[in-house]
């Protein structure tokens, strides 16, 4: 008996899990980089350096997506 | 096996895609079902993609797959970023993809649906698609730099400069045009204009949510948004039929432009992650969403295209835009077919986050291929309408006049047969109160749309819902470009600006960003408002303008590619790029020198200027102008359009100059001249498949 509120919440974590990666997707599709990747990155290459926190990518990401110099199409 | 398997295969779609081609050649004159249309486009959309951008990355590219490109050399986790390929290509179609593959089409229509689609289909396999994979190509052998960039490497700086005034040039008039797609649509239309009022307080909701609620929930806030956008269709029925909400949006067409002016200057002033952010992400989500829903439409309704297959506009006698076959249906459609905006975007963000050279084919190629797919469903539905629909929406007020009676009449003497009791009904149908004069695409596209797809879905009753949806879905992407378009063009005034007075350039100072933002504003602001207080031009006139500018930066772009290709000393397959090439320049240039020449005054910009400023002179007042000083105005604008024309006329040919010099010079070269990062392997242990 107990083993289905097990199964339960074994798809449900499944299911976060797939939202978590449809969402880095859709991420990927606007443009916003992975922030994980950039700390490994900072991490690896520039190890002195502060990074910016999560929420401050997320506003460089945006500022350069939007307000760059990329024009975008008709 | 496995190459009886792929022969197999491939025999098979080259064999659906000739019935298909078969079904409409052999029953000309006799109506067709559109299910073989978008076959059709289907199977030359994988066969060129298999066939043709193969042989062009492999052969006359030589794409390296073991190069390691700039994201991977200098991933800095922020600009260069290596992201999967399928990621990539999705980032990419969502840059190149806006409402101008749903416009041209639809224009086009007037001449029938063969016309169109063969531009389409030929323009993008052997141009459009062409253009965005070797422009990406060149950006991803230079470090990712821009068009501009490319241009002064391997042409010189003159030219690298002029191709930048050009751009500016373009943005201002597509802007323009853009603007005045939403002010025709939205015109006396309470439903569209509140449905299209209310995406602003929703975009500040989801800003607010994506900022301080939860933070990068990009999902999350783009799931609420849509449902808040359809619930707003939803009320948009009631306040439309409410006395004093709805004669509180219904609004001028002057009011709407000028509402359109005050919006892209304050927008764009805006913080990006307040509002153009959550529009963006929303318009994506309809953009995707919509055409996939009207290709399965497609598929499940199977309409008939009552659209003759060439009607006998051809001639250049047409209601939606004047000129003949031979030149403007190829500047009529640009994107979907064939656009040089394309190259800017085959420049920017992409080429710094491509992991292997092995993807340029997919991602340059395949993804104006799915652009050009939007371009088959936009005509698509345009031709599935009733014609005489077709006309009354299209066809401006000075030629079938502003009552039912009068456009029924006018439009049947031209053999598309229709009553004003259609008229009307069709007008009820999609809950509006009249459906007149109302050019520029989107609507047409819409009642298309909702018809097919209240067919597929929820019946007549739900035919006014999905006109209102589709009407919100270009609406909101066209807001978001003038929005996107306002701020890129303001960082390009002040960029010159800053080369006259340095603290103009500087972005951080307010009263520089505000002159910058003013003048961008007010440039397309002008365009704007001439194209809808004039009863004869408009549309008529700027779409011709964007679509000459456009294929002049394709024309541009393209000779870029062509120097590339014989610096690398690939001369041999210089005809890749020749071909499209000289057919963009012949087109265009001749488009170019009949909207200034032309003696008639519906298509050229001098004689109409002409005939304006001549009777003015002599005291004749000329309908549509009433006073002397609308007289002088009409002429004013006609001789700024022939101005802005000549422009794009003169830029193209000096760039074809310089082009043709470089590409000699690069005959008589021994070696490869060409201007590329040097070759780096990918790093121990990456392998990109």
């Known amino acids: 008996m107990r083993e289905a509120p097990d199964r339960l919440r074994g798809a449900f974590a499944r299911l976060c899990a797939l939202g978590e990666r449809g969402g880095e997707v859709w991420r990927g599709v606007f443009g916003i980089p992975d922030y994980e990747a950039y700390l490994a990155h900072m991490r690896a290459t520039h190890p002195g350096e502060t990074p910016m926190d999560r929420g401050e990518f997320l506003a460089w990401a945006l500022e350069r997506r939007h307000a760059g110099r990329g024009p975008r199409c008709c | ?689």
Not at chain 2, 91 to 116: E, K, R
């Open chain 2, 1 to 689: 096996m496995n190459k009886l398997l792929s022969i197999l295969l491939w025999g098979a779609i080259a064999v659906v895609g000739a019935f298909a081609f078969a079904a409409f050649a052999l029953k000309r004159g006799e109506s067709v079902s559109a299910v073989w249309l978008v076959t059709a486009a289907l199977a030359v959309y994988f066969l060129a993609f298999r066939f043709y951008s193969r042989f062009i990355a492999e052969r006359v590219l030589q794409v390296d797959p073991r190069r390691a490109t700039p994201a991977e050399r200098r991933n800095d986790g922020m600009d260069y970023v290596p992201t999967n390929k399928w990621v990539l290509y999705g980032h990419h179609f969502a840059a190149i993809a806006g409402a101008g593959p749903l416009v041209g089409p639809v224009l086009a229509a007037q001449m029938g649906y063969l016309p169109g689609t063969l531009w389409i289909l030929a323009g993008v396999v052997l141009a459009g698609a062409v253009q965005d994979m070797i422009v990406l190509f060149a950006s991803v052998r230079r470090d990712g730099r821009s068009l501009g960039e490319m241009v002064k490497m391997e042409l010189g700086p003159v030219p690298g400069s002029v191709a930048l005034v050009g751009v500016l040039a373009i943005m201002i008039i597509i802007l323009a045009v853009l603007s005045l797609v939403v002010v025709k649509a939205l015109a006396v239309s309470p439903w569209g204009t509140f449905t299209i009022a209310a995406t602003i307080p929703i975009a500040l909701v989801m800003g607010v949510y994506m900022r301080f609620i939860r933070p990068g929930k990009v999902g999350e806030a783009s799931a609420i948004g849509v449902a808040l956008l359809l619930g707003s269709i939803w009320l948009g029925r009631s306040v439309a039929e409410s006395a004093s909400w709805g004669s509180a949006f219904t609004l001028a067409g002057t009011e709407i432009a000028w509402a359109m002016i005050i919006y892209g200057a304050v927008a764009s002033s805006l913080p990006v992650w307040l509002m153009l952010a959550p529009r963006d992400y929303l318009s994506t989500f309809l953009k995707i969403g919509t055409v996939v829903a009207l290709a399965i439409g497609i598929y499940v309704v199977a309409p008939h295209l009552r659209m003759p297959d060439v009607t006998r506009f051809v001639d250049g006698t047409g209601p939606v835009f004047s000129g003949s076959l031979f030149p403007f249906l190829f500047i009529t459609i640009a994107c979907g077919a064939v656009s040089g905006f394309h190259s800017l975007i085959s420049s920017g963000t992409t080429p710094k986050m491509i992991q292997s050279e092995g993807h340029i084919r997919m991602i340059g190629y395949g993804g104006m291929l799915a652009e050009s797919f939007v371009a088959i469903m936009a005509i698509t539905a345009a031709c599935v309408l009733d014609p005489g629909v077709y006309f009354v929406m299209n066809s401006p007020a000075a030629v079938i006049g502003t009552t039912v009676d009068k456009a029924a009449e006018v439009v049947s003497s031209w053999g598309f047969v229709i009553t004003p009791d259609v008229i009307t009904q069709t007008a009820k149908d999609i809950g509006e109160t009249t459906i007149l004069s109302r050019a520029g695409g989107a609507p047409t596209l819409a009642v298309g749309m909702a018809q097919i797809l209240a067919q597929a879905l929820g019946g007549k009753s739900m035919e006014a819902f999905w006109y209102h949806f589709a009407i919100l879905f270009e609406a909101l992407f066209i807001l978001t470009a003038v929005d996107a378009g306002t701020r890129v063009g303001r960082f390009m005034i002040q960029d010159m600006l800053g080369h006259v007075w340095a603290p103009l350039g500087d972005t951080k100072l307010l009263p520089a960003n505000f002159l910058g933002t003013g003048l961008c504003v007010a440039m397309w602001g002008y365009f704007l408002y001439q194209g809808v207080v004039d009863p004869l031009g408009g549309i008529n006139t700027l779409w011709q303008l964007f679509g000459i500018g456009n294929q002049m930066l394709a024309g541009i772009a393209l000779l870029l590619c062509t120097v590339v290709l014989m610096k690398m000393k690939r001369e041999r397959y210089a005809w890749v790029t020749l071909v499209p090439t000289a057919w963009l320049l012949v087109t265009t240039l001749t488009a170019g020198w009949q909207k200034l020449f032309h003696p008639s005054p519906s298509i050229g910009f001098l004689a109409l200027a002409h005939r304006f400023s001549d009777a003015a002179a002599s005291g004749k007042i000329l309908a549509p102008a009433k006073t002397l000083a609308e007289m002088q105005r009409v002429a004013f604008n006609n001789y700024l359009d022939a101005v802005v024309c000549g422009f794009f006329v003169l830029l193209v040919v000096a760039m074809c100059v310089y082009a043709i010099l470089i590409s000699l010079r690069a005959l008589r070269a021994t070696q490869p001249t060409v201007q590329e990062t040097p070759f780096v392997a990918h790093a121990e242990g990456v392998a990109y498949a």
